[in-house]
């Protein structure tokens, strides 16, 4: 087996592979690490991939039970096989697995599972399952190593009833209830997931706020679509501890009022953070560097200060999402190959797949008035979408953000039907600095739920909207 390689990437989630992928298009000879048997990290495994699965297939069932009647469609008894859900969940898992090996074998990428530990800047230990290891040099690194779940004082996640998601995403039976620790991102996905099967949820967040680093309007309209849904939201509480009590768990928490409070559920899902994860990677071994969050430190070009090794993705600073990771990895490649590349980092939009969905990219309203930039807002309702009503999708509306004098677009929130699909727009728009009227004098088509953005462009513009 080769064992002296161009540049070996460690940890396959999608900065990882990514990189790999380029760097062998590029004509390294490249390797790749993985510690687990299965290549796709966080995101393939126990993240994007099976989150969305889930809520894919409980938004059939909830539209099945809330929306078919009024569609005319009589099913009869509806009833759900939890048991079929996970599974289905995990066959899609595999598939994109089946699809990662293929892409390796087809890019001539060599791979190597077991747990990569640096010797020195130049030298890593693969230490395999069966215990023993091998020794592989390469003049380049890229550490992808992803996260891990974080959690808070007074809770420890045990892995039984204080769980985190990827516990959330194999539960061995439909639970009753779950408390909710964090109205993140994770948190709103999973309360989607289970709420729309009937589970009973709570959410426990300590900001005023859901999914609190996003315009607030979004969290606003989402609180409302979530409470219409019966999920309970507590804002502004502070949890405190969370006990296993066997058959269920209790959290402790404080009030808005600072109150001491407790509930108990079947589960107590943690959700309020991930931290970057380099245990047993041999960091001491090399120059690199952590900072006090625990990220891998880089430079402009994602060096680390071992300047043969480079870091991508949830290791380093910036936001942990799966497409921010594929875009440093490929980055990281073309740079280490002499090129240019550039990296936008305002312009890498955020999604949240509730029902509505959730979709964002450039700068909050909070984040213009805290700058001091002046702007507009363009705000166009779903409801008066003449699409969204076709379609019983009346919750949510677009809102653009742009600058009162030349019209540059600054940000786009949308929550509405497919909003992950149309913020793509709004980084065309921002990345080539087009301006409100531009994206309004081109055609929509009719009837879609595009015409929202349309609508809602030429309000910030000034111009007035032609169906509100
Ligand atoms: P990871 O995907 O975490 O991969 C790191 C890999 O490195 C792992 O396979 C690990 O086993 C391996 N590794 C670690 N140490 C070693 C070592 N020493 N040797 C060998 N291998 C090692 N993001 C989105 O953009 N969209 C979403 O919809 C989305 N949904 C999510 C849902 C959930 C429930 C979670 C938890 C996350 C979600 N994310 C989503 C975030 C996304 O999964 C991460 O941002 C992304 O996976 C980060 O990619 P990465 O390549 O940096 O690391
Ligand atoms: P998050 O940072 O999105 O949310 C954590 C929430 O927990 C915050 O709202 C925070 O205020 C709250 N919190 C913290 N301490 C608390 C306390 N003591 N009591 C109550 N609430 C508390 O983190 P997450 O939801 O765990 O997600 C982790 C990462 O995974 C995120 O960075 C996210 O980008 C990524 N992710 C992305 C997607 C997606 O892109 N659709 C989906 C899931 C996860």
């Not at 395999?128 to 959690?151: C, L, M, Q, R, V």
């Not at 609180?223 to 501890?241: A, Y």
């Not at 625990?294 to 402009?300: A, F, K, L, M, S």
Request: charged share 25%; hydrophobic share 35%; aromatic share 8%.
């Amino acid at each position: 087996m080769e064992t002296k390689f161009d540049i070996v990437v460690i940890g396959s989630g999608p900065g990882g592979y990514a990189s790999a992928i380029r760097c062998s298009q590029l004509g390294y000879k490249t390797a790749l690490v993985e510690k687990y048997k299965a290549l796709g990290g966080t995101c393939t495994n126990v993240g994007c991939i099976p989150t969305k699965a889930l809520l894919d297939s409980t938004e059939h069932y909830h539209t099945a039970e809330t929306k078919f009647a009024t569609h005319g469609i009589l099913t009869g008894k509806l009833s759900l096989d939890f048991k079929q859900l996970i599974k289905r969940k995990g066959e899609v898992v595999e598939q994109n697995i089946a699809g990662l090996n293929f892409l390796m074998k087809k890019n001539k990428i060599e791979v190597f599972e077991g747990i990569g530990s640096f010797l020195n800047n130049s030298e890593l230990n693969v230490k395999h399952n069966d215990g023993n290891s091998t020794k592989i040099t390469s003049t380049y690194f890229i550490i992808a190593t992803g996260s891990k779940p974080a959690t808070i004082p007074g809770v420890e996640i045990d892995k039984q009833r204080i769980i985190t998601s990827t516990e959330a995403l194999s539960l061995p039976e439909k639970p009753k209830s779950i408390v909710i620790i964090g109205g993140g991102v994770i948190g709103v996905e999973m309360a989607s997931i289970y709420a729309r099967i009937g589970v009973e949820i709570t959410i426990i967040e300590y900001f005023d706020s859901l999914i609190p680093t996003m315009d607030k309007d979004l969290g606003k309209e989402l609180k409302k679509i979530f409470t219409k849904q019966n999920i309970k939201i507590l804002l502004s509480h502070k949890v405190q501890s969370a006990k296993n009590n066997g058959k269920n768990a209790t959290v402790s928490f404080l009030d808005a009022s600072n109150n001491p409070q407790e509930i108990t559920a079947d589960y107590c899902l943690v959700a309020v953070g991930r931290k970057p994860y380099t245990e047993g990677l041999g960091l001491e071994n090399t120059n690199i560097e952590v900072d006090t969050k625990g990220r891998i430190v880089t430079n402009e070009k994602l060096q680390t200060k071992a300047e043969n090794i480079y870091a991508i993705g949830d290791v380093v600073a910036g936001a942990m999402l799966a497409h921010k990771a594929e875009e440093e990895g490929i980055f990281v490649a073309e740079t280490i190959n002499g090129q240019k590349p550039h990296i936008n980092y305002k312009l890498i939009p955020g999604v949240v797949y509730t029902w509505p969905e959730v979709a964002s990219v450039g700068y909050t309203e909070e984040e213009l008035k805290e700058k001091g930039i002046e702007y507009r807002v363009g705000k166009f309702p779903f409801s008066a979408s003449a699409r969204a009503r076709a379609a019983m999708e009346k919750d949510g509306f677009s809102k653009i953000l742009s600058d009162p004098k030349y019209g540059e677009l600054l940000g786009m929130h949308v929550i509405g039907p497919r909003a992950a699909d149309l913020i793509a727009q709004g980084v065309i728009g921002m990345e080539y600095e087009v301006t409100d009227e531009d994206m309004f004098r081109i055609s929509y088509a009719h009837p879609t739920y595009s015409e929202t953005l349309k609508e809602a462009y030429m309000i910030a513009s000034g111009q007035g909207a032609i169906n509100i």
